[in-house]
């Protein structure tokens, strides 16, 4: 399946947001919040697609014959090849209701664990989501990577708690998600600058002192 018809196959199962464009640039998609395209000015998704067409790959043909290798270590892990799946924080909300974003985690965080690579799963107004990507990549032994959303520092720092029982490869934040305006007002909000206090913060022990992998 190329990506023209995956575009095809997608069109009707995506909500009101997402077009199943047949290029994915965010030009149809920006300034709509919820919704897959950027935030402010809605270009930074068209300009990122942009800046990747430069990025080309330079093939050697005259060479020995030989398997090519593509693998890559990687956060302390051999990956089969440097592409991972990134994370989405909510996808029936940005995408449509054709899944639950627990499935969605689980979907992928197996799916790439198979291929030998990795997913990042998201954050989300909705406590559960954070919490069964955290059993997921427990039950892979660590094999995910697991993001947290800027919110006020006790709800970060909870949240990472969890995330340490299940020892993943990395644990991420999104920090161009402070401010988003359904965020912002959601409780707790995702703050925009909720690092400012970690002066005055006691580091529990538990998570200075372990490692992740």
């Not at 942009?50 to 051999?78: C, P």
């Not at 909705?126 to 039950?139: L, T």
């Amino acid at each position: 399946m190329d990506y023209k018809e995956l575009a095809a196959a997608a069109r009707g199962n995506m909500g009101p947001w997402c077009k199943a464009c047949p290029v994915c640039d965010g030009r149809a998609c920006g300034s709509h919040m919820p919704g897959p395209g950027s935030k402010g000015t809605g270009t930074v998704a068209a300009r990122n697609f942009a800046a990747w067409q430069d990025v080309r790959v330079q093939m050697d043909t005259i060479h020995e014959a030989y398997d090519a290798d593509t693998s890559v270590k990687l956060f302390g892990r051999g990956l089969s090849v440097p592409v991972m799946i990134g994370p989405l924080g909510d996808v029936r909300l940005h995408y449509g209701d054709k899944w639950e974003m627990e499935d969605y985690n689980s979907c992928i965080l197996h799916a790439a664990a198979d291929a030998g690579s990795l997913a990042w799963t998201g954050d989300g107004k909705i406590a559960s989501i954070h919490e069964s990507a955290v059993h997921d990549i427990r039950d892979l032994d660590g094999l995910g990577v697991t993001t947290i959303k800027p919110w006020n520092l006790e709800t970060v720092m909870r949240k990472l708690e969890l995330a340490f029982t299940a020892r993943p490869v990395a644990i991420a934040m999104d920090i161009d998600a402070a401010g988003i305006p359904f965020l912002k007002g959601f409780q707790p909000p995702a703050e925009r600058s909720p690092w400012r206090s970690c002066n005055r913060w006691q580091m529990p022990a538990t998570l200075t002192t372990r490692r992740l992998c």
